[in-house]
């Protein structure tokens, strides 16, 4: 029989405390951004996607894959989905046959150029609530955080 493991009450709490409050902190800035995106039709992956590939000349589906943070099937299908709307093209890669490149067409470009000043204002108006020392502490919070779990 394993013998029990023992959290105190406190150390219990805290973790229970700061789980919740990213969850609910992630929950919240996710319905106020997929708020903002309903205009453009799109979807939160979407928009990670198109604003990945607007930044490039195109990507591989591992590279875009990374930058987005996307799981392979999230990301399969954001695609399929962006393709049916010709807003992403999909071709071979010109330096290795086994790759295939995403990149945008006229009208993601065109759709990309409309969605990042106008979704880099909506997410500023709450940000903007906080001061620069404010946001600067919640930045270097979250990365020890993230340094702690690696």
Do not use: N
């Not at 902190?25 to 607007?54: E, H, N």
């Amino acid at each position: 029989m394993a013998p029990a493991i023992s959290v105190d009450s406190f150390t219990s709490a805290a973790v229970t405390t700061v789980v919740r409050e990213l969850m609910v902190t992630y929950q919240v800035v996710l319905s106020f951004d997929t708020g903002a995106l309903k205009r453009f039709d799109v979807t939160p992956s979407q928009a990670d996607v198109i604003l990945s590939l607007g930044r490039t000349p195109g990507q591989s589906c591992r590279g875009l894959s990374e930058a987005t943070l996307l799981t392979r099937g999230s990301l399969s299908g954001s695609l399929e989905r962006l393709e049916a709307r010709q807003l992403v093209s999909r071709a071979p890669s010109r330096t290795d046959r086994r790759k295939t490149v995403i990149r945008l067409t006229p009208r993601g470009v065109a759709l990309f150029e409309r969605l990042v000043p106008e979704r880099a204002a909506h997410i500023a108006s709450r940000l903007d609530r906080l001061d620069a020392r404010k946001q600067g502490t919640i930045v270097d919070s979250l990365r020890a955080l993230q340094k702690a779990f690696q």
